[in-house]
């Protein structure tokens, strides 16, 4: 019998909201280049998932937030849910005050808090983190 080995690649995401909106980026290229998406982005080698959502949400869009301020909404790992390869991704939710600010940085074009209701057809699988998200029965909205 033949062994089959697959490269996994581990990311983090950040389900953020503030005052019933979530904070989406607009991704800076390719894949879903110009689409709305979680922030979020890959685990650094001796990070946890945790550590690598909150760095990533301050470096694509300013926010800063405790890593312990973070709330597990799940993984996801269906294969095909990143065109570049098997992507295993460990979602977060946290809440933030009515009155942060978010600015572009990094990978991010633009940034926008939207209504999340209206979040809809996001890049990735990231339309179903966030209906996760809101139908979390201990979420902060």
Known sequence: MTEIFETI???ADV???RDGTVLLIERGWPPYQGQLALPG?????????????ARELLEETGVRVDPW???VIGVYDTPGRDPRGRYVTA?????????????AGD???????????????LAF?????????????????
Do not use: K, M
């Open 15 to 17: 389900v953020c909201i």
């Open 91 to 103: 979602a977060y939710l946290t809440a933030v005050p009515a009155d942060t600010t978010a600015q």
């Open 41 to 53: 982005g890959h685990v650094d080698p001796g990070e946890t998932s945790r550590a690598a959502a």
């Open 107 to 121: 990978d991010a074009a633009a940034v926008r808090w939207i209504p999340l209701e209206d979040a809809r057809g």
């Open 69 to 71: 301020d973070l709330t």
């Open 9 to 11: 690649r581990y990311t």
């Open 125 to 141: 699988d990231h339309t179903d983190i966030v209906t996760n998200a809101r139908y979390r029965h201990d979420a902060p909205f």
